[in-house]
């Protein structure tokens, strides 16, 4: 028989994680997007993922535990991916009403504008 060996892990207490409050903070998660080695640690990620789908599928296995093992490995890579991409999208903001000083530039420009192939009531 074997026996099971357990493993302690010790933790610091206190331990806060850092917020998003700061914009300095959140711009650089989101100028992570266009880093290469982000890129492509996003995309071994995937790939990961996916090659573990592909095993889960395409394989007939013997023990339960290695089932268990890949739909873990699957769970989290898809979680890790998950997060990652919510740190590091820009939100979507709403579209804003021009302010009267902008709608007087538009009007200007407008008028500036010749239109070929198109009615007058399609102008600014």
Not at 4 to 11: C, F, N, R, S
Not at 35 to 47: A, C, D, E, S, W
Not at 76 to 87: M, R
Request: glycine letters at 4%.
């Amino acid at each position: 028989m074997f026996k099971k060996k357990y493993k302690l892990i010790e933790v610091e207490k206190n331990r806060t994680l850092p917020t998003l409050e700061g914009d300095e903070l959140r711009n650089a998660l989101i100028s992570l997007q266009a880093h290469p080695g982000f890129v492509y640690i996003l995309n071994k990620l995937r790939t990961q993922r996916f090659s573990l789908e592909g095993r889960l599928k395409g394989t007939k296995f013997e023990r339960i535990e290695d089932i268990t093992f890949l739909q873990s490995g699957i769970f989290w890579t898809n979680w890790l991916e998950s997060e990652v991409n919510k740190l590091t999208e820009t939100s979507q903001s709403e579209v804003l009403a021009p302010s009267p000083f902008e709608d007087k530039l538009f009007t200007e420009i407008d008028q500036l504008l010749d239109r070929v192939g198109q009615d007058e009531s399609n102008s600014y």
